[in-house]
């Protein structure tokens, strides 16, 4: 399975999660949680407890590369994400097809295709471009270090923000699953799916390069307006 590794940029730093994460998670997630609806995000210290114990689980099975989303400026843990659905297409072709481990045990053994998911941010960490440049960090791990061929991204279908979101990255809409699964608020409703392809990955690179540079500069031109 992979690896645990640190990915740094210049705003957002994703490190490996660990137990001792759980605290700043809670206090991260205790903000304005209006944009919780659809996404399962701890609330509270024992609930932060669970989802990193139950995190770490996934990925000690090899099922996932669990981070802990930090901010490079002050160094305050803002949130969450992980690769998860992590799939190795070497040895015979199984049946149905399904997401499975590398048939050959090494430890660092990388997939061929993963899935880019449970992300959530503090409500003050939202909007700021920690996101995008985490997702930049994501994929160039995933394309560059690991070589994989697809990444995936997917939303509840009612979630319009996280749409946009993934789709402002470059990704491609593959359609909606409807009927797909329950929501948290336990409404059966459909999934919305994405992907990037390791074809096009240098135009969704140049994509979210652009979106950082211009918000940057944007950032820039605010803190020369006089107070």
């Given at each position: ?15 490996p ?34 989802y ?64 880019i ?15 995008t ?17 697809r ?12 749409r ?64």
């Amino acid at each position: 399975m992979p690896v645990p590794v640190i990915l740094s940029g210049r705003s957002v730093r994703l490190e490996p999660l660990t137990a001792s994460h759980a605290p700043a998670l809670a206090a991260a997630a205790a903000a304005d949680r209006n944009s919780y609806a659809f996404t399962p995000v701890p609330h509270g210290i024992e609930s932060a407890h669970a989802y990193v114990h139950s995190a770490l689980a996934d990925q000690e099975a090899g099922r996932s590369l669990v981070f802990a989303t930090v901010r490079v400026g002050d160094g305050l843990v803002v949130g969450s994400t992980r690769f998860c659905e992590l799939d190795y297409w070497d040895g015979p072709v199984v049946w149905p097809p399904a997401p499975r481990g590398p048939l050959t045990g090494a430890a660092d053994a990388v997939p061929d295709a993963a899935e880019i998911g449970a992300t959530w941010l503090s409500a003050h960490a939202q909007g700021t471009g920690i996101n995008t440049e985490a997702k930049l960090l994501m994929f160039q791990h995933a394309f560059d270090t690991w070589g994989v061929r697809r990444i995936s991204l997917r939303a509840d279908a009612r979630n319009i923000r996280s749409r946009a979101a993934i789709e402002r990255l470059g990704a491609v809409c593959e359609g909606v699953r409807r009927v797909h699964t329950r929501g948290l608020d336990g409404i059966v409703r459909g999934t919305a799916f994405y992907s990037v392809l390791y074809e096009e990955w240098p135009v969704v690179r140049h994509t979210i390069e652009q979106r950082l540079a211009r918000a940057r500069q944007d950032a820039d031109g605010c803190r020369l307006v006089p107070a």
